[in-house]
């Protein structure tokens, strides 16, 4: 039995308790049970055995988060760092083992940080085509004080041929105008709303938009590397279309199920940590009646702690604050 983490009033992190568990165990699919039924699953297992027992072509995007290479507790995986050579090797082996799930006209994206950027690239390069590098503002964490603070991270985008789908108005972000322009006594590519004027922007390869999942935000999890909901939409967005399947070798708290389904997508997600599988099954069960991604909202992107959801976000805390007085 784990021990139960005590937790702020206001705090609205999502985990599972004992009883939780014992209900969502049910629903994930363990390595050694893996049939035909894994579409819109969670699997529970290591990625080299459950990826041989997958088909060929049927997967549209493959994001991979893995682990970095940091020395990092994952639970029951406790990831050490390793030479740069020896983790080229080992997310080579990672890679090569899924490629087979690929369509053609597949994407892939590949999260990792500044120091394993370069062996990502290398390893990527030998197997796919790249397309772009992109680097996200990851705004959290405390300074250093005899270095730059790093507060970035870096996802290669990569797809499988010349053929991909890159739907780039679903992923345009909407920001305030600051020195509006006219032409002709009209507004020129801005529009004025209630609250402002804004424009929508083409999206590029620098996020700073992106907002860091904390307490007060129901999609908070305790997972030591989550990734924001945000995030992975718009790569959902950009390259797949709905009904497509995603996949996830690296799932953890399941964010990339989640919202993929939130996006009627199809999804598949693997992890080694069953109680990490069954807190991804209770957020997809959350997902049910809740399809809110923070920051994308009317089919936009917003930029960062702005939009209708930021509002009445603020409205909430202001509620509880008033509560604590």
Same mark, same amino acid.
């Given at each position: 039995?784990?021990?139960?983490?005590?937790? $702020?009033?206001?705090?609205?992190?999502?985990? &599972?308790?004992?009883?939780?568990?014992?209900?969502?165990?049910?629903?994930?699919?363990?390595?050694?049970?893996?049939?035909?039924?894994?579409?819109?699953? *969670?699997?529970?297992?290591?990625?080299?055995?459950?990826?041989?027992?997958?088909?060929?072509?049927?997967?549209?995007?493959?994001?991979?988060?893995?682990?970095?290479?940091?020395?990092?507790?994952?639970?029951?995986?406790?990831? +050490? $760092?390793?030479?740069?050579?020896?983790?080229?090797?080992?997310?080579?082996?990672?890679?090569?083992?899924?490629?087979?799930?690929?369509?053609?006209?597949?994407?892939?994206?590949?999260?990792?940080?500044?120091?394993?950027?370069?062996?990502?690239?290398?390893?990527?390069?030998?197997?796919?085509?790249? =397309?772009?590098?992109?680097?996200?503002?990851?705004?959290?964490?405390?300074? %250093?004080?005899?270095?730059?603070? @790093?507060?970035?991270?870096?996802?290669?985008?990569?797809?499988?041929?010349?053929?991909?789908?890159?739907? &780039?108005?679903?992923?345009?972000?909407?920001?305030?105008?600051?020195? !509006?322009?006219?032409?002709?006594?009209?507004?020129?590519?801005?529009?004025?709303?209630?609250?402002? +004027?804004? =424009?929508? *922007?083409? !999206?590029?390869?620098?996020?700073?938009?992106?907002?860091?999942?904390?307490?007060?935000?129901?999609?908070?999890?305790?997972? !030591?590397?989550?990734? !924001?909901?945000?995030? &992975?939409?718009?790569?959902?967005? %950009?390259?797949?279309?709905?009904?497509? #399947? #995603?996949?996830?070798?690296?799932?953890?708290?399941?964010?990339?199920?989640?919202?993929?389904?939130?996006?009627?997508?199809?999804?598949?997600?693997?992890?080694?940590?069953?109680?990490?599988?069954?807190?991804?099954?209770? =957020?997809?069960?959350? %997902?049910?009646?809740?399809? &809110?991604?923070?920051?994308?909202?009317?089919?936009?992107?917003?930029? =960062?702690?702005?939009?209708?959801?930021?509002?009445?976000? @603020?409205?909430?805390?202001?509620?509880?604050?008033?509560?604590?007085?």
């Amino acid at each position: 039995m784990k021990k139960e983490k005590i937790r $702020a009033k206001n705090n609205r992190t999502t985990f &599972v308790t004992d009883e939780e568990m014992k209900i969502f165990r049910k629903k994930i699919i363990h390595s050694d049970n893996l049939g035909n039924d894994f579409i819109n699953k *969670t699997i529970n297992g290591k990625l080299d055995e459950v990826s041989k027992k997958l088909p060929n072509g049927f997967v549209d995007l493959l994001f991979i988060d893995p682990p970095y290479n940091l020395n990092k507790d994952f639970g029951n995986n406790k990831f +050490k $760092a390793k030479k740069d050579h020896d983790y080229e090797e080992i997310f080579e082996s990672w890679l090569t083992s899924i490629l087979h799930t690929l369509k053609r006209d597949a994407s892939v994206y590949v999260c990792c940080d500044w120091k394993s950027s370069p062996m990502i690239y290398n390893v990527l390069s030998k197997h796919l085509i790249i =397309r772009n590098r992109i680097t996200w503002e990851r705004e959290k964490g405390r300074g %250093a004080l005899s270095n730059w603070k @790093n507060c970035s991270e870096d996802i290669w985008f990569a797809t499988f041929s010349d053929n991909y789908k890159f739907n &780039v108005d679903a992923v345009k972000l909407k920001k305030k105008v600051i020195a !509006p322009y006219k032409e002709n006594g009209l507004a020129k590519d801005w529009k004025e709303e209630e609250s402002g +004027k804004y =424009r929508l *922007t083409h !999206p590029s390869n620098l996020w700073t938009d992106i907002t860091i999942p904390f307490w007060s935000m129901p999609e908070n999890t305790d997972h !030591p590397t989550q990734k !924001p909901e945000k995030l &992975v939409a718009k790569i959902i967005l %950009a390259s797949t279309n709905e009904g497509d #399947v #995603v996949l996830d070798p690296f799932s953890g708290s399941g964010t990339t199920s989640v919202v993929s389904k939130k996006l009627k997508r199809k999804y598949i997600g693997i992890d080694l940590n069953e109680e990490y599988c069954c807190l991804t099954e209770k =957020r997809l069960s959350l %997902a049910e009646n809740d399809k &809110v991604i923070q920051g994308y909202s009317n089919g936009v992107f917003w930029d =960062r702690n702005s939009g209708p959801e930021q509002i009445l976000d @603020n409205k909430r805390n202001e509620t509880n604050n008033l509560e604590l007085l």
